[in-house]
């Protein structure tokens, strides 16, 4: 009796795929909290990304009140210094908003192929991250601005940044918005070759 291929046309499969379709980068939550118990079993799935050699060269740190604060102190510093007083204040209060705080970084290595292989599994992770607490209705924005890249900040989260770099500052919470978005057709961004 011959066998037949599995069909990929199933319910689940397509419920999978418009989770992927419809996560969105939110930018205004509700100040309702995530449970801590979510955001652990979104943790515990980043760190089911792929990653060469299992190397797991991920850390999560969830940065608690008082770390909050002075990341968002240094935020205002960092925007004074660039952009002014006014513009400063107008951003620490945007990210004194943001209910959830999560930031990924990676271990650095000497080997420069194997520092790349760590940070694409790094993003991975990250994706994973954002995609469990999608499904769980919680929305996500991933930054790696100014901020992420200063050694202040580093001090705050206690990372020696010959040890490790920080592959973003995530932020996550309920969405009070949710955009739309689009994206290009595969026409304009598959390629085959013979």
């Not at 989770?19 to 995530?34: M, N, Y």
């Not at 970084?105 to 990250?126: F, G, I, M, N, P």
Request: aromatic share 10%.
């Amino acid at each position: 009796m011959k066998k037949r291929a599995p069909s990929y046309e199933t319910q689940e499969l397509r419920e999978f795929a418009e989770v992927l379709r419809g996560r969105r980068t939110i930018e205004l939550f509700l100040q309702t909290p995530v449970p801590g118990e979510l955001v652990d079993e979104a943790i515990e799935t980043a760190t089911w990304a792929p990653n060469h050699h299992v190397t797991e060269p991920w850390r999560f740190i969830l940065p608690g009140d008082e770390s909050v604060q002075r990341i968002l102190d240094l935020c205002r510093r960092i925007v004074k210094e660039k952009k002014g007083a006014e513009r400063a204040e107008h951003k620490r209060d945007s990210w004194s908003q943001k209910p959830g705080w999560l930031i990924v970084t990676c271990q650095r290595s000497d080997d420069e192929l194997r520092q790349k292989e760590d940070y694409a599994a790094c993003s991975v992770a990250v994706q994973n991250f954002m995609l469990h607490l999608w499904k769980a209705g919680v929305g996500s924005k991933w930054t790696t601005g100014d901020i992420t890249r200063d050694p202040r900040f580093m001090e705050i989260i206690g990372v020696d940044e010959s040890d490790a770099f920080v592959v973003g500052l995530i932020w996550f919470g309920y969405p009070k918005l949710t955009p739309s978005q689009s994206r290009k057709g595969l026409a304009d961004v598959v390629f085959r070759l013979p």
